[in-house]
């Protein structure tokens, strides 16, 4: 590696946790003279422990589906499949920059042996399905709110054509442009599978992503007091800050942004959607905290009966 590249990556990677733990701190700073810390905290002494059960529940089955998501994708156990999702998703919602993303190839090596070519390929896949799902429900809310509600069916009928061909582009024309002899061989042949493998990959995202977000949708309407629907939107606006290429620290301060920037568009006051987005994204931590801690008890391949 030449000397001078590799500095320059250092150098842009100090950067970027610079600015990352600045964008952080701006946000206890603007919290703090914009609400007071302690008129957002308050609703937590007040809320009901009942009515953060629902979305509790349905947070961890999301993270059962985006287990069995890995389970079918490299058919492996479950139990494995567990550990590594829970421990990936803790290193990628704490690391900055997602540099989180890059435990997942780690720790597919570490407990089942799976090459970095076949995790980062499935990992590709993961990412570009989830944020399909997250533009088709988020199109679907606004189009509920207008008065639209078929755009779902036509934005699913758009998801329908397409894996069938983006399959046919990477099985079928990709590896005729690349040749035989290219270096990028490994990375087409990693990429070949089956079309159905697709399809159920995008159930589980689909349905992982409806599950998971009528959850956020639950908790930021308990602290903002909106419908449903307006919770949706604006609670997609901080899961979609991840395809940003910088993070505050643990996502403090880009995920309020996104919550902020999408409820105004559903004429919130920036006030509200500021508190209930602080306060969903503290949910959201203290799940992935939890969890991320209770996979060191489930088993590796190792302790897998054989």
């Known amino acids: 590696m030449n000397p001078l590249t590799g500095s320059a990556r250092g150098v842009i990677g100090s950067a970027r946790g610079v600015v990352g733990t600045a964008i952080a701190i701006a946000l206890v700073v603007i919290v703090q003279i914009v609400i007071g810390w302690t008129s957002v905290l308050a609703p937590w002494m007040t809320i009901p422990i009942r009515d ?25 156990p479950i139990g494995p499949a567990t ?67 078929w755009l779902f069916g036509l934005l699913m009928a758009g998801l329908v054509m397409f894996l069938p061909l983006t399959h046919f582009i990477v099985t079928r024309t990709l590896p005729s442009l690349i040749g035989q ?31 998971k977000l009528l959850a956020f949708a639950l908790v930021f309407s308990l602290f903002a007091q909106v419908d449903l629907v307006t919770s949706l939107i604006a609670s997609i606006g901080g899961e979609l800050t991840s395809v940003l290429p910088i993070h505050g620290v643990g996502g403090a301060g880009t995920y309020e942004a996104g919550i902020v920037g999408l ?39 190792s302790e897998l009966k054989t």
């Not at 979305?55 to 079918?72: A, E, G, K």
């Not at 590594?84 to 042996?113: A, C, Y």
Request: charged share 15%.
């Open 52 to 76: 953060l059960l629902l979305p509790t529940t349905l947070v961890l089955f999301s993270y059962l589906l985006r287990s069995l998501r890995i389970t079918d994708w490299f058919n492996v």
């Open 83 to 149: 550990r590594i999702m829970l421990q990936h998703n803790l290193w990628n919602n704490l690391m900055p920059m997602r540099t989180g993303e890059l435990s997942f190839p780690v720790l597919l090596k570490r407990h089942l042996d799976i090459e970095p070519t076949r995790s980062l390929v499935a990992l590709a896949w993961f990412r570009v399905l989830d944020l399909l799902c997250l533009l088709t429900i988020l199109l679907s809310a606004y189009g509920w709110l207008l008065g639209h509600p």
């Open 181 to 211: 002899e290219s270096k990028l061989q490994v990375i087409v042949d990693a990429l070949q599978m089956e079309q159905i493998k697709l399809w159920r990959c995008l159930l589980w995202s689909l349905t992982n992503w409806g599950v």
């Open 263 to 301: 409820s105004l568009t559903v004429n919130m006051d920036y006030e509200p959607s500021l508190a209930a987005g602080v306060n969903l994204h503290l949910f959201l931590l203290s799940i992935t905290l939890f969890t991320g801690l209770c996979s060191i008890l489930l088993p590796r391949k």
